[in-house]
Nanobody
Framework: QVQLVESGGGLVQAGGSLRLSCAAS????????MRWHRQAPGKQREWVAT???????NYADFVKGRFTISADNAKNTVYLQMNSLKPEDTAVYYC????????WGLGTQVTVSS
C-alpha cells in the first residue's frame, strides 16, 4: 500500500513558477502510474498530468507547454514543475498513484495572484 504526501504549494504572482513534489512511501514506486490533479473552489477535481512507469507523459490541454511532470525513482518522488502560472491555476493540487487501485494524497494549495 503506497502513501503519498504532496508539498511545494504556496502563493505566487501570475507569470511565476512553483514546483510541487509528491513523495511516495510503502511500496515500489516505479510500478505505479502517477498523476497530478487539481480542484478549484466550487469545481470538480480535474486531471492535470500523468507519468507512466515507462516514463511516458501526458498533459491536459490547459497546462501543455507550461507544466512538466517528472519522476525520480531513486527518491520515490514525482514532481510537477509549473511555469507561467495564471490565476485560474489556483487550486488544491493532488497526486495519485495507480496500479490496481488509486491512492490519493491530501493535496497542497496553490494560489496564483493577479
Amino acid at each position: 500500500q503506497v502513501q503519498l504526501v504532496e508539498s511545494g504549494g504556496g502563493l505566487v504572482q501570475a507569470g511565476g513558477s512553483l514546483r510541487l513534489s509528491c513523495a511516495a512511501s510503502g511500496s515500489i514506486f516505479s510500478i505505479y502510474t502517477m498523476r497530478w490533479h487539481r480542484q478549484a473552489p466550487g469545481k470538480q477535481r480535474e486531471w492535470v498530468a500523468t507519468i507512466s512507469p515507462s516514463g511516458s507523459t501526458n498533459y491536459a490541454d490547459f497546462v501543455k507547454g507550461r507544466f512538466t511532470i517528472s519522476a525520480d525513482n531513486a527518491k520515490n518522488t514525482v514532481y510537477l514543475q509549473m511555469n507561467s502560472l495564471k490565476p485560474e491555476d489556483t487550486a488544491v493540487y493532488y497526486c495519485s498513484a495507480q496500479r490496481f487501485k488509486v491512492t490519493w494524497g491530501l493535496g497542497t494549495q496553490v494560489t496564483v495572484s493577479s
